[in-house]
C-alpha cells in the first residue's frame, strides 16, 4: 500500500499540472438571429489497477497491470443557435482523442433541433401549431433511453459524473433517426425512432429500433422517469458476421475509464448483456437533488435478446437485470465525497441457465481547484460470481473463474 500511496500522489501531482476537461460555452460570434459557441474538454488519468484470478477463456492466465498513466481524452465541441428565440439549434460534437480512436478525431454527434419556425423561414409556418407542444430532434445523436447520461462520463466530458468510472451495464449508443419530445416541464414524454446501428447500414433485413421514454417530477427536487427501447435485427447475420446489430451496450463511441484490466479493450470491466439482435430493454429511474449538500441517484432496468444467433442456426435468448445507486455529498461547494453500488445479474447466458452476478463499488470525490478544474479520485472493486463452468462474459472474459480487479484511480479535468 506504501508504493501506491507514493504513485497516487505523484500522478495526482503530475496530472494536476499537465492535464485538464471543460464544460461551459465559449461565444464565437452573435447577432440578431444566429448565435455560434464553441466547447473544449480535456482529461488525464492516470490508474493503479489489477485483477486477481483473471484468465483468457482457453484457460491462460492475464499478465499482472502495471500502474501508470493513460491515454489523454478530448472533445471540440460546436452549437449554432439560429433565430430571434433559438428556434433552431445545430451541435457537432467532435471527440479529438478517445479510447477508442487515441490518435485520430473521430465524429459523435452531429444533429439539429427545432424548437419553433424562425421568421425567415416562413414556407414551415405550418409547423408553428406543432411546435408550440413539441420540439423536434433529428441527425446523427445519442438516443434519449434513461437518465445514466446525466450522471456518467462521456470521453473527456467528464465532470457531470460524481465518480470516475460509469456503472457497469452502461446503455449508450449514438445512431441515426428522429426524436418527438414534449415541451419541458413537470410531465413529459418523447418517442424516437433510429437505425437501431451506430452508423449507416444498408444490410437485406436490417430492422428499425424504436424508444419512448415518461418522465415526471412528483414533488420539488425529484425526478422519475420510465424508458423503452427495441428493435429486431434477426433477419440477417450477427454483426461478427457482418449483419447488423443494436449495439445498445456496446455501442459507446468514446469507450470506458479503466484500462487494461480483463484482457483490456474499449470498456474492460464493463458488461455487455445482449447481442443486439432480436433485443428490448426498460429502465425506471430516480433522481433527488432540491439543492442541499447530497444528491442521490439510482436505475434498475431489464434486458433481453430472444435470438442472438440472428439468422444463425438456434435461437439462444439472454437475459439480465442490471441496477446502479450512487450519492453525492458536499463538504465545501468545492469539495465533495461519493460513494456508488451497481450491479448485474443474469438469469439467460447465450441461451444457457446461469446465477451469474457482476458487482462494482466505487468510493471517492472530487475538489474544485477552479470552477473549470476537477480533481476526482476513486478507489474501485469489482467482482463476478455464481457463473457456472465454463461461462464467458463479452467474448473474453472467463467470469466462471471469479475474476475481480481492484485499485485507484485518479482524474483532472478541465472545462470550458
Excluded at 28 to 37: A, M, P, S
Excluded at 174 to 200: C, D, H, Y
Excluded at 312 to 323: D, H, I, R, V
Aim: no cysteine; charged share 15%.
Amino acid at each position: 500500500m506504501k508504493s501506491i500511496s507514493k504513485y497516487l500522489a505523484a500522478a495526482l501531482l503530475v496530472v494536476g499540472l499537465t492535464t485538464a476537461s471543460t464544460q461551459a460555452q465559449i461565444k464565437l460570434t452573435e447577432n440578431e438571429t444566429q448565435k455560434l459557441y464553441i466547447t473544449v474538454n480535456t482529461v488525464g488519468t492516470a490508474q493503479a489497477l489489477n485483477h486477481k484470478n483473471a484468465f483468457t477463456p482457453q484457460g491462460a492466465p492475464l499478465a499482472k497491470v502495471s500502474p501508470g498513466f493513460q491515454n489523454a481524452f478530448g472533445d471540440l465541441g460546436f452549437i449554432g443557435k439560429f433565430g430571434k428565440n433559438e428556434e433552431i439549434t445545430v451541435v457537432m460534437d467532435l471527440y479529438l482523442s478517445s479510447r477508442n480512436h487515441p490518435s485520430q478525431t473521430y465524429g459523435n454527434e452531429g444533429y439539429i433541433l427545432l424548437r419553433g419556425v424562425p421568421e425567415n423561414l416562413q414556407s414551415l409556418r405550418f409547423l408553428k401549431p406543432v411546435l408550440e407542444k413539441v420540439d423536434i430532434k433529428a441527425g446523427h445523436m445519442l438516443v434519449d433511453f434513461g437518465d445514466a447520461a446525466l450522471h456518467r462520463s462521456n470521453n473527456a466530458i467528464v465532470q457531470k459524473n460524481p465518480l470516475i468510472g460509469n456503472f457497469v451495464v452502461d446503455p449508450n449508443i449514438v445512431s441515426i433517426g428522429m426524436q418527438v419530445a414534449s415541451k419541458p416541464g413537470r410531465f413529459g414524454w418523447l418517442v424516437g425512432g433510429s437505425n437501431g446501428t451506430t452508423t449507416e447500414d444498408w444490410n437485406v433485413g436490417r430492422g428499425f429500433a424504436y424508444n419512448a421514454k415518461l418522465y415526471a417530477y412528483p414533488i420539488e427536487g425529484l425526478r422519475t422517469s420510465v424508458s423503452y427501447i427495441g428493435t429486431d435485427q434477426s433477419d440477417n447475420a450477427t454483426k461478427a458476421s457482418g449483419g447488423s446489430s443494436m449495439q445498445m451496450f456496446t455501442g459507446n463511441r468514446s469507450g470506458e475509464r479503466y484500462a487494461g484490466i480483463l484482457g483490456g479493450g474499449q470498456a474492460p470491466g464493463n458488461v455487455f448483456p445482449q447481442a443486439g439482435e432480436k433485443f428490448s430493454a426498460a429502465q425506471f429511474d430516480v433522481t433527488y437533488d432540491n439543492g442541499s449538500p447530497i444528491t442521490l441517484y439510482g436505475h434498475y432496468g431489464r434486458t433481453q435478446d430472444l435470438d442472438i444467433n440472428g439468422t444463425l442456426a438456434g435461437t439462444p435468448e439472454e437475459k439480465w437485470s442490471y441496477y446502479a445507486a450512487d450519492a453525492k455529498y458536499h463538504i465545501t461547494p468545492t469539495l465533495y465525497a461519493a460513494a456508488r453500488y451497481s450491479g448485474a445479474n443474469v438469469s439467460k447466458l447465450a441461451g444457457n441457465d446461469s446465477d451469474g452476478k457482476v458487482a462494482r463499488i466505487q468510493v471517492g470525490g472530487g475538489f474544485w481547484l477552479t470552477k473549470n478544474l476537477l480533481m476526482k479520485v476513486e478507489y474501485v472493486t469489482q467482482s463476478y460470481s455464481g457463473f457456472r463452468e465454463g461461462q464467458v462474459v463479452n467474448n473474453n472474459v472467463a467470469a466462471w473463474r471469479d475474476p475481480s480487479f481492484s485499485g485507484v484511480i485518479s482524474e483532472v479535468s478541465f472545462s470550458f
